[in-house]
């Protein structure tokens, strides 16, 4: 990681959801405007100087990896979300990443932060990088005061938690938006808690580079079509704040809203922009998170399709990939263990994939698909058949003893 951390002085909002910025190095210089030399590339972290902070009030930074400044992705990183103290609060049952710092150094993910891989999509790409930290998954612009129960020593009690993921978010784009004025091409994307506002997000990309090729892709997420379920979780988060800031999205109705509403209001709006999912057929983590929210008894399957198909019945720029497995995640450094045939083979441990070079549904490569939808190429939709048997692009290596 570079020492040098980048700051940014805000002054009055001059667009319908973005903080103007000025953009400022704690060393005096300034974000430039040419890549650098391979040796040079590294994650450098951002310090938005103005942005509210973290859930828990400690400073908001994100990530850039300087790399061809014609072709940017921003990623929206999974984390998890609270919306009520006892999942919030620290010393509760949280399920949620509340910080973003240093230790959140992507160095050394796999994924598509993997740019030392010839096959990366996004290996020559400037990469920027936005931690979750709020516990609302970048659909937050509220600070509500939550009651606490006693529990793990602590006694019932009340805490503030800065539900602030859409400026934090705002911040780090606006930093974007000025350090790269003229792009090409720019993918976003977003796995997990991430995935689930990125229709919003490509929706005010695409608006502030009108001269760009803006493509999108969403990991996970794709199965949380509870309807009213959702209503009090839009409500702790101020969701309905953040749709009202953005130009387009202001008539959206939060009473009832899903976050299908937010793929097809964004398909509505940009009919040249094709939408993407991935997602495992029997995802564990959202079914987790599907109880939580009150879904006595989760059915992933049964809601992916539900979910499917309402977005397909108002818009036709939707495309989706629906994978074998009950796993969460495939972009940002996820691996498939694979057993061993016999004990020498690999010395008796399992092979490690990383999924996004590795994993295959129904014969088609995942990284073809999504090398595809990076750069705006058509692609079909793919669905497994067998939703439990692995299958991968990857053979064992010749067997020795």
């Known amino acids: 990681m570079q020492a040098v951390i980048l700051g940014i002085v805000s002054s009055p909002c001059s667009r319908q959801c973005g903080l103007r910025a000025k953009i400022v190095s704690r060393q005096g210089g300034t974000m430039p405007s040419q890549p650098l030399p391979s040796f040079r590339r590294r994650w450098r972290n951002v310090l938005p100087a103005a942005a509210p902070g973290c859930s828990q009030g400690t400073p908001y930074s994100f990530w850039a990896k300087e790399g ?23 010393h509760c049952r949280p ?17 598509v932060f993997d740019t030392d891989n010839a096959e990366n999509p996004l290996a020559d790409y400037t990469l920027v990088y936005l931690p979750t930290a709020n516990g609302d998954v970048f659909l937050g612009d509220a600070t509500p005061v939550y009651d606490t129960p006693a529990m793990n020593g602590h006694l019932e009690g009340k805490i503030t938690i800065l539900h602030k993921g859409f400026d934090n978010a705002m911040l780090a784009l606006d930093w974007m938006f000025k350090s790269y004025p003229q792009p090409d091409t720019v993918a976003v994307m977003g796995w997990s808690a991430g995935a689930l506002a990125s229709p919003l997000f490509t929706h005010i990309v695409a608006q502030h580079y009108p001269g760009a090729r803006i493509t999108h892709f969403a990991d996970g997420g794709g199965a949380y079509h509870l309807s009213e379920k959702l209503a009090p979780l839009f409500k702790s988060w101020g969701t309905e704040n953040v749709l009202k800031r953005v130009e387009g999205f202001k008539d ?10 937010l793929y097809i209001r964004a398909a509505e709006l940009h009919p040249g922009i094709v939408f993407h999912q991935y997602n495992e057929r029997h ?29 397909r019945a108002k818009v036709s720029n939707f495309r989706t990939y629906t994978s074998w497995g009950h796993d969460e995640g495939i972009i940002g450094g ?68």
């Open 68 to 90: 061809d400044p014609k072709k940017l992705a921003v990623i929206f990183a999974g984390g998890g979300a609270c919306w009520t103290g006892e999942n919030c609060a620290l």
């Open 95 to 111: 399920h949620y990443r509340a910080f973003a710092g240093l230790e959140l150094d992507p160095t050394n993910l796999g994924g």
């Open 252 to 261: 959206v109705p939060i009473d009832g809203l899903t976050i299908e509403d």
């Open 283 to 311: 995802d564990a983590v959202q079914a987790m998170f599907m109880q939580l929210i009150g879904e006595r008894k989760p059915d992933v399957p049964a809601k992916l399709d539900q979910a499917h198909a309402y977005i």
């Open 334 to 401: 996820y691996y498939d263990a694979v057993l061993a045939k016999n004990a020498l083979d690999n010395r008796g441990r399992p092979h490690a994939l990383d999924r996004l070079y590795t994993r295959q549904t129904s014969g088609v490569r995942f990284l073809d698909w999504f090398a595809a939808v990076v750069i705006g190429k058509p692609v079909e939709d793919v669905a497994c058949v067998d939703s439990e048997s692995p299958e991968h692009h990857w053979t064992r290596p010749a067997f020795s003893q």
